[in-house]
């Protein structure tokens, strides 16, 4: 009996319902939700076909070029993101011929960077050069020992997962991306304005769930110029980070290196040039030799 009077109850509701939907309100109502329907659908093919057309010109690089997709660059630096930098370092290292797409930064997985070769679409900086190095045979002539091999990553991961976020509390939380904001291309900036509200709380967030954001900015400090002693410790008197000649560890330290000096906080990079001269002329040292360039590929 009680289901029966349930199903009563349902087909007293429909019925009103269906009565209601003839009434004018209910018409208009249909044709706002069937417009609004038909235009998510056709929002949705024009992204596709978009997405397509762009796939279709990546894939006339020719064989073996690079497609780097990452964001637009920085008004100090040629990318603000120190993964794309790393990526983009190691191709000018090991002379991969590559074009830059900035149309379409974050695509596989949501990363940045994220590369199209051959066909392809490969995510996550570290993933994409491992697969270089095996598709074009060790472009980087290194002979490490395995020791220098487990020395180098264990540098690279001090800095890749713990240095920067150090960096990237002090450009979006301590100095509420007061500086850091025009660093960015102008089409960011506008941006920028917009939504800075929201990337300041999005990134505090973040970094609160990590650790460093429950910290002070001395204390944070305190690990990044300990990173920044142990790095200039372990590079010593050499050229490079591990020997004479550099290794694809040296793209990581590279990127890392420039976000503390020109993309953190004038006071950081005055820091940094007058106590650690051995890792400002390692900069000074890459940066000639990988990018010439270095003006040119600055936003204006």
């Given amino acids: 009996m009680a289901c029966v009077e349930r199903a009563g109850g349902g087909g007293a509701v429909w019925t009103e319902l269906s009565r209601w939907a003839n009434t004018t309100a209910g018409r208009r109502l249909a044709k706002t939700l069937l417009a609004a329907a038909l235009f998510g659908v056709g929002l949705k093919l024009w992204a596709r076909r978009r997405r397509h057309q762009r796939r279709q010109r990546w894939s006339q690089a020719g064989k073996d070029v690079v497609v780097l997709h990452q964001f637009e660059r920085g008004t100090n630096m040629p990318n603000l993101s120190p993964f794309a930098l790393k990526l983009e370092t190691f191709l000018r290292m090991a002379n ?11 695509g596989v997985r949501g990363k940045c960077p994220w590369i199209t070769i051959n066909g392809e679409e490969l ?35 001090m800095l ?15 100095d509420d991306m007061s500086y850091i904001t025009d660093c960015f291309s102008k089409t960011y900036r506008n941006y920028i304005r ?15 769930v990590m650790g460093i954001g429950r910290f002070s900015e001395e204390e944070a400090f305190f690990f990044l110029y300990r990173e920044l002693r142990a790095l200039e410790d372990v590079m010593g008197d050499k050229p490079f980070l591990l020997t004479d000649a550099p290794s694809t560890y040296d793209a990581a330290v590279f990127a890392e290196l420039t976000q503390v000096l020109l993309g953190c906080a004038p006071e950081v990079e005055r820091y940094v040039r007058e106590n650690h001269a051995v890792l400002v002329g390692y900069h000074e040292r890459m940066k000639a030799k990988y990018w010439p360039d270095w003006q040119q590929c600055r936003a204006e």
């Fill in 160 to 174: 890749d997962e713990h240095a920067i976020t150090v960096v990237g509390y002090k450009r979006y939380v301590i």
């Fill in 96 to 106: 991969i011929q590559y074009v830059v797409d900035t149309e379409e930064p974050q």
């Fill in 194 to 208: 917009v939504l800075r509200p929201l990337i300041i709380s999005t990134v505090k967030k973040i970094l609160h």
């Fill in 123 to 157: 995510s996550d900086s570290e993933l994409i050069m491992d697969y270089l190095t095996k598709h074009f045979n060790n472009p980087i002539p290194e002979q490490l020992t395995p020791a220098q091999h487990g020395l180098g990553r264990a540098v690279q991961v």
